[in-house]
């Protein structure tokens, strides 16, 4: 694997014909032939009813699934050859639902990455990734249990980050939170996202989300990427239908509180 960092713009992520099948006769098509690049330094959102392939596609890039066919390249390599301890530290992985280990303190959840690859992080570190997800560095001495939803969600994306990696995939982060939680951890993904000169790449239902933090939405159905824009051309009505219908979601409840507003 190369270690040299990739520049802004240059593709990080190219996905080449990615097919992932299940089923003894590989009759349930997950991801059905993708292909897309995602440049370094964008903040990707990957949009799609529940069961269009969202999740599975977004793990064929740290290897937690393996295409049935096809390929996807990290910085220019094949995942499939690359050290899996390099892809854990370069790849910072937020996962669907809550994800810390109940058992363990707060500081110890965040420092498994690491510690699984043979290295500690020091109390300091800790600290400095508390810091960067808005939460105390007392808190690293809490249980997982003693803190709310959304302070469970930081703590994920503060392990996330404790590798310093270039890309962070997200499985949708918030979606357990409530709306205000959601959008205050929203605003502080996007924010480091930015600081940190990361690579982002989002999984949600929430259109809302995708316009409101990324640079560029694909809509996923039945395991194909069917729109491939960015938020304003999602607005615009840009995307085809089934992008169209997602976007009418959003686009309704501001009409009805615009309405609401006037009396
Ligand atoms: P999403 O994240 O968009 O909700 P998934 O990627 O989880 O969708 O799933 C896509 C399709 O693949 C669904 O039909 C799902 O049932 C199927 N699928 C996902 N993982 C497995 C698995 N491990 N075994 C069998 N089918 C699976
Ligand atoms: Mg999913």
Redesign the pocket.
């Known amino acids: 694997m190369q270690e040299t960092p990739s520049r802004r713009g240059d593709a990080l992520l190219t996905f080449e014909r990615v097919e992932r099948r ?2 003894d006769a590989g009759e ?1 098509v ?1 991801v059905g032939g993708v292909s897309l690049e995602v440049a370094a330094g964008s903040f990707v959102a990957l949009v ?1 009813a ?8 977004l793990k064929t890039v740290n290897t937690l699934v393996e295409p049935s066919a096809g390929r996807v390249l990290f910085a220019g390599e094949d995942v499939a050859e690359a050290k899996p301890a390099t892809l854990r530290r370069r790849i910072g992985y937020v996962f669907q639902g809550i994800g810390l280990f109940p058992h363990m303190r707060v500081g110890e959840n965040i420092a498994i990455g690491p510690r699984l690859a043979g290295e500690s992080l020091s109390e300091q570190r800790i600290a400095e990734l508390l810091g960067l997800v808005e939460l105390d560095a007392d808190m690293a001495e809490r249980m997982p249990d003693e803190l709310s939803g959304g302070q469970r969600q930081r703590v994920g994306v503060a392990r996330a980050l404790a590798g310093d990696p270039e890309l962070l995939l997200m499985d949708e982060p918030f979606g357990a939170l409530d709306p205000i939680t959601r959008d205050a951890l929203g605003d502080t993904v996007r924010g480091l996202h930015d600081r940190l000169g990361l690579t982002t790449v989002m ?1 949600t239902h929430d259109m809302a989300e995708a316009l409101l933090l990324s640079d560029r939405v694909l809509v ?1 159905d039945a ?1 194909r990427i069917v729109a491939d824009e960015s938020p304003h051309a999602l607005l615009a009505g840009e995307g085809g239908e089934i992008a169209q219908g997602l976007v009418a979601v959003p686009r309704e409840q501001a009409e009805k509180l615009a309405r609401m507003e006037r009396g």
């Open positions: 299940y089923g349930v997950a799609g529940s069961g269009s392939g969202k999740s599975t596609l999984v996923m395991g």
